[in-house]
């Protein structure tokens, strides 16, 4: 989709009429390899840098979590020359004081997608708001329910982590709760929440939670999920027990096989995020500082659609077509 490339192609042209150093290099650290999500990041890492004549180094941790070897990664990197630093920090608190490190040194650290505890921790941050990717999902299911009791199951990230916690409240300030907003930290429960159980964003992992909180309360009739690979798990749970009917799923990520999820009625609608354009993003700020030495501060929004398999009145949102169009795995 054209519109994934405008922050990049904004960022580099702030350059015209600079000559350009001598091959900058960028770094980019995620937290896996294998996730789709994230191989979309790096392919528009790889993109940005072989158009714009940067070199890119990267790394992934071993797993979702694995903080050390993202250390080691920081390290590496700084000692291969790279002026920029991009992450998908695993863990947003225990990673910062190697994130420091590496500032001290004069080095650019940008997180994408996650934001590091606190936040100031890093220069810049190029991320999906979460908040609002949560709502969107609970705006639809509100709406969807019109009035309907909703028993609801919430199946989280793990314990802590900022994103699970933002796209959780969102969710539910989207269906309708009060007092939350972006700033809460900590998970609420309403009362329509009849079990919440972590899926560390995993499929198996996700079955297994809601099979236990269909033990709980077998009355369950509205599914959120951290993201769709947790959504897949969790439909598999509902189908072993007969309820896939009578049970609305909704989630966040918008990759190809989640939207193929929502367009075979799987998932009742997602969040689309866009992790190439966070890259790309990334990149492009870091050839811009390796050139002219600003810097970028701040929080810089990537971008959320709700993709739904059907429109409902009220709530704006794209249909799978779109989706499709713009997601990331294979297709």
């Given at each position: 989709?054209?519109?994934?490339?405008?922050?990049?192609?904004?960022?580099l042209?702030?350059m015209s009429?600079v000559?350009?150093?001598?091959?900058?290099?960028?770094?980019?650290?995620?937290?896996?390899?294998?996730?789709?999500f994230?191989?979309?990041?790096?392919?528009?890492?790889?993109?940005?840098?072989?158009?714009h004549?940067?070199?890119?180094?990267?790394a992934?941790?071993?797993?979702d979590?694995?903080?050390?070897?993202?250390?080691?990664?920081i390290?590496?990197m700084?000692?291969?020359?790279a002026?920029?630093?991009l992450?998908?920090?695993?863990?947003?608190k225990?990673?910062?004081?190697?994130?420091k490190?590496a500032?001290?040194?004069?080095?650019?650290?940008?997180?994408?997608d996650?934001?590091?505890?606190?936040?100031s921790?890093?220069?810049?941050?190029?991320?999906?708001?979460?908040?609002?990717?949560?709502?969107?999902?609970?705006?639809?299911?509100?709406?969807?329910?019109?009035?309907?009791?909703?028993?609801?199951?919430m199946?989280?990230?793990?314990?802590?982590?900022?994103v699970?916690?933002?796209?959780?409240?969102?969710?539910?300030?989207?269906?309708?709760a009060?007092g939350i907003?972006?700033?809460?930290?900590e998970?609420?429960?309403?009362?329509?929440?009849v079990?919440?159980?972590?899926?560390?964003?995993?499929?198996?992992k996700?079955?297994?939670?809601m099979?236990?909180c269909?033990?709980k309360?077998?009355?369950i009739?509205l599914?959120?999920?951290?993201n769709?690979?947790?959504?897949?798990?969790?439909?598999k749970?509902l189908?072993?027990a007969?309820k896939?009917?009578g049970?609305?799923?909704?989630?966040?990520?918008?990759?190809?096989?989640?939207i193929?999820?929502?367009?075979?009625?799987?998932?009742?609608?997602?969040s689309?995020?866009y992790?190439?354009k966070?890259a790309?993003m990334g990149?492009?700020a870091g050839?811009?500082?390796a050139?002219?030495?600003?810097?970028v501060?701040?929080?810089y929004?990537?971008?959320?659609?709700?993709i739904?398999?059907?429109?409902?009145?009220?709530?704006?949102?794209?249909?799978?077509?779109?989706?499709l169009d713009?997601c990331?795995?294979?297709?």
């Amino acid at each position: 989709m054209k519109f994934q490339h405008i922050a990049a192609i904004s960022i580099l042209t702030t350059m015209s009429g600079v000559a350009m150093a001598a091959e900058p290099i960028v770094g980019l650290i995620t937290k896996t390899e294998i996730n789709p999500f994230f191989v979309k990041m790096k392919e528009g890492a790889q993109l940005a840098a072989k158009a714009h004549g940067a070199k890119l180094l990267t790394a992934a941790g071993k797993s979702d979590g694995d903080n050390a070897g993202q250390i080691t990664a920081i390290e590496n990197m700084i000692a291969a020359g790279a002026k920029t630093i991009l992450i998908t920090p695993s863990d947003s608190k225990a990673i910062v004081p190697a994130i420091k490190r590496a500032r001290d040194q004069g080095v650019m650290v940008i997180a994408l997608d996650s934001p590091t505890d606190p936040l100031s921790a890093v220069d810049a941050l190029f991320a999906t708001d979460n908040f609002k990717a949560g709502m969107l999902i609970g705006q639809y299911a509100k709406a969807s329910f019109n009035g309907k009791p909703a028993k609801i199951a919430m199946l989280d990230l793990f314990p802590g982590h900022p994103v699970g916690i933002t796209r959780h409240n969102g969710f539910l300030s989207g269906f309708g709760a009060a007092g939350i907003d972006a700033k809460t930290t900590e998970l609420v429960k309403t009362a329509d929440v009849v079990c919440m159980a972590d899926s560390f964003g995993d499929q198996a992992k996700g079955q297994t939670a809601m099979e236990n909180c269909l033990q709980k309360n077998p009355d369950i009739n509205l599914v959120y999920t951290i993201n769709e690979p947790a959504a897949a798990g969790a439909y598999k749970a509902l189908q072993a027990a007969g309820k896939e009917k009578g049970v609305m799923i909704v989630s966040v990520d918008g990759g190809c096989a989640g939207i193929k999820d929502v367009a075979r009625g799987v998932i009742a609608a997602t969040s689309q995020q866009y992790p190439l354009k966070m890259a790309e993003m990334g990149v492009g700020a870091g050839i811009a500082y390796a050139n002219k030495g600003r810097k970028v501060s701040g929080y810089y929004d990537t971008g959320v659609t709700l993709i739904a398999h059907q429109p409902v009145k009220g709530v704006k949102s794209q249909d799978t077509k779109y989706g499709l169009d713009a997601c990331w795995g294979n297709k």
